[in-house]
Every structure is written in C-alpha cells, then in structure tokens.
Antibody, heavy 120, light 109 residues
C-alpha cells in the first residue's frame, strides 16, 4: 500500500524557516517524481514544487522561487521542502504527492498534509 | 501561470447528473491532454478521480467521467450520491509545473 506521511509543520514567525519531510513507503520511491502542493485555509490547491526521480529536474512556483528548496533522499525514501523567509501568505496545509505518468502526468497518491502557520 | 477557471459551486439532487467545467487556455487544457480531476472531502487529502482527461483510476466508480472540448475540460458525475458532496479540482500538470482550478463545491441536495 502506497503511503506518504508528511511531518515538520508548525508555527513559525515571519522571516523564519521550516523544513518539511515526507516519508514514502509501499512503492519504489526512487522511480517516481514527487511534488509539494499546498492549500491555504479555506482556499484551493496550489502547486508548489516538483522534483524528478533522480533530482535532475527541479521546478518551483513563482510564489516560492528563491525561498523554498525541494530535495529528496532516495536511500531514505524521503522528500523534503526547506522553506526560508516565510511569509504570512505561506500559511497552508502542505501535501506531498506522487507523480504518475501515462499519456500525461498526474498526482496519484497524496499524503494527509502538514499544517504550516506563519504568524507573529 | 493563471489558475484554471471553475464554477465556485454546483448542486444536484440524488440520482441526477452534474457537470463541472474547467476552462484554461491553449497553453494548458486546450493544448494537451494533461487534465486530471481531484475530489477533496473536508479535512481530507485530495483523491485522484480522473487522469488523461477521461480515464478513471482503479476503484473510482464509473459514475465519474471526464471529457474535453477546446480549452474546456469537464467532469460529469451521474447518479449523484450523498458521498459525492465534496470539493472538486481540475489540474493541468506538465511535469515542469502544475496549475489547479480554483475548485468547485458540489452540494448534493
């Protein structure tokens, strides 16, 4: 059974940093690209970042570029999101999601999410 | 990249059919078959319902179907059931970036 479990969320002051983790199990983690998607309270989904299976390709939404860094450790079956210079508008539930590709690519499994609150 | 456009809400009675639209541009929805749909119940993680515009993952009821015409994709739910009440999001994901619709709240009357 595919499982994705996020951790590392919490309360942080504006300008602070936080590192999210996503522990993967039930599939060959090193074979899949992974994404982070976030959802502000009461709002819709927002794609944040993606990383290819071997970390060769990394992409960010304009809203987080230069502040967030996605990474992975295939030996530990783990995905990370280092978040720096946090702003109030970064407050959201952060989900990690696995990317599957057929004719197109899509997010076939999601974690339960971890809440990040940026407030003084 | 701008979010895809979805109606904020739709509703229907049990047994009826509803359709949720998702409008993009020729650079996303219209240009490729990179459309997927996700269902999200309150407090829960999103769940994949449709991929490649019209394909259903294993376990998703065949009451859910997807289509596309030009720059607009659609999700149709037939034979509405109470458990279908949720938020629905379309997504155009090209590998290098993804863009979601604003979400549609489906109410089963």
């Amino acid at each position: 059974e595919v499982q994705l479990v996020e951790s590392g969320g919490g309360l942080v002051k504006p300008g602070g940093s936080l590192r999210l983790s996503c522990a993967a199990s039930g599939f060959t983690f090193s074979s899949y690209s992974m994404n982070w998607v976030r959802q502000a309270p009461g709002k819709g989904l927002e794609w944040v970042s993606s990383i290819s299976s071997s970390s060769s390709y990394i992409y960010y939404a304009d809203s987080v570029k230069g502040r967030f860094t996605i990474s992975r450790d295939n030996a530990k079956n783990s995905l990370y999101l280092q978040m720096n210079s946090l702003r109030a508008e970064d407050t959201a539930v952060y989900y990690c999601a696995r990317v599957a590709c057929r004719l197109s690519c899509y997010l076939d499994y999601w974690g339960q999410g971890t809440l990040v609150t940026v407030s003084s | 990249q701008s979010a895809l456009t979805q109606p904020r809400s739709v509703s229907g009675s049990p047994g009826q059919s509803v359709t949720i639209s998702c409008t993009g541009t020729s650079s996303d929805v219209g240009g490729y078959n990179y459309v997927s749909w996700y269902q999200q119940h309150p407090g829960k993680a999103p769940k994949l319902m449709i991929y490649d515009v019209s394909k259903r993952p294993s376990g998703v009821p065949d009451r859910f179907s997807g289509s596309k015409s030009g720059n607009t994709a659609s999700l149709t739910i037939s034979g509405l059931q109470a458990e279908d009440e949720a938020d629905y999001y379309c997504c155009s994901y090209a590998g290098s970036h993804g863009v979601f619709g604003g979400g549609t709240k489906l109410t089963v009357l």
